[in-house]
C-alpha cells in the first residue's frame, strides 16, 4: 500500500484504557488491551475497539501480542508499567532493594525485544529516568535497532486541566524519532467542570452515576465551608484545625483539605482524588470534594466515558484507583499523534 498503513497496538498494563483511548482518537487502532485487574474488561471493552485480556504480563507469551498483532505492517507495543514503585514517595522505602514491580519493565523489555514491534512507548513517573532499571531499557532498544526519544511532559502543556508531569519514551525501527514539543495554551479547572450539575456531599447525580461525591463528616463540612479556593487548611477556625496539622510534620502538607481554584489547574489525580481530606480535592465552590466523573474529566476522559455497567454499585475505593492511575487520555493522544507522525514521515520506506 503506498501512503500511511495504520498503526496496529497492544496496550500492556491498560488500566481503564487512557492511553488506549487517547491512541485511538489519534487514529491508532488498540486491538488488545491485557490488564492484571479484571475490573478494567468493561471500560476498555465498552468505550473502545478494543479486545480486553486479563493476565499477568510477566507470564505473556510473545505469540499471545503477535497473533493481536496479526499481519499488520506498523505494529506498537505499549506498556505503562505500575508506578508506584518509581515514584520519589516510595523510592526512599525501596531504595535498599529491587521491588517486584520493578521486574515489570524487564517483563516488558523481554516481550518487546521477543515481539520487536515496529514502535514501542512507555510512561510513567519522572523519577524512573535515573533508575538504572530504565538506562538498561533504554540500552536494550539501542542495541536492538531502535531509535529512542524520551522526555518528561508537563500535562499543561498538552491543554491537560492538571499539574502532571509523566516520563514518555517512544522508539521506533524505522528511524530517528523525536517527541514534539508540547505547547498548548492552559486550561483550567472552570474550563472542564464548570458544567455539570451541582450535588452534595454524599450525592450521586439520577443521570450520571459516576457523578458522586464520597460523603463528608459534620467536622469536614464545617471545614469545607470555611475553605478558601486554593487555600490551606490555615484559612479555618482554631476550633477545626486538626492537631496534626498544627504538629511540624503536618504544615508541610498545607494542601491537604483544599479547595481547587476555578482559574488554575487542578493538581494530580491521585487514587485518592474523591476525598476531601486526600489532597486538594475539595469543589472550587460546592462543599463537597469533586465527584468521580470530574477527576475522570480532569484526566480529559470524554463526559460519557463508562466505567462500570449500568445500575452496577459505584465504589469509591475502586474507580478511585482506576481513575487515579489512569494515563490521562490526552497524554496517549499526544503520543499517538507523534506515532502517526512518524510513521508519516517514514511510511514510504516500508513499503
Ligand atoms: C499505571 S496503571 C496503567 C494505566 C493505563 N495504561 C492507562 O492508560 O490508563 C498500571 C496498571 O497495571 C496493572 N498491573 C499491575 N501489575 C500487572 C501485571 N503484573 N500484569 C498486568 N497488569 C498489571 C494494574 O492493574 C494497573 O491497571
Known sequence: MSGVEQIVAVDL???????????????????????????CRFPIEANNSTEFLAADVANLTPSDILSAFGDSKISLLAGCAPCQPFSSYSQSARRDGPHEDWELLSSFSNLVLAVRPTLVTMENVPPLRKQQIFKDFVAALQDAGYFVDFAVVDGRNIGLPQRRQRLVLVASSLGPITLPAADKSSVTVRDIIAGLPPISAGEKHSEDPLHASASLSKLNLKRIRHSKQGGTWRDWPKELVAACHTRKTGATFPSVYGRMAWDEAAPTMTTQCYGFGNGRFGHPEQDRAISLREASMLQSF???YAFTPKGAPINFRTLGRLIGNAVPVLLGEYIGETLVDHVKAFGDQHD
Open 13 to 39: 498494563f491498560c488500566g481503564v484504557g487512557g492511553l488506549t483511548h487517547g491512541l485511538a482518537q489519534a487514529g491508532v487502532n488498540v486491538r488488545l488491551g491485557v490488564d492484571l485487574d479484571p475490573a
Open 302 to 304: 470524554p463526559k460519557d
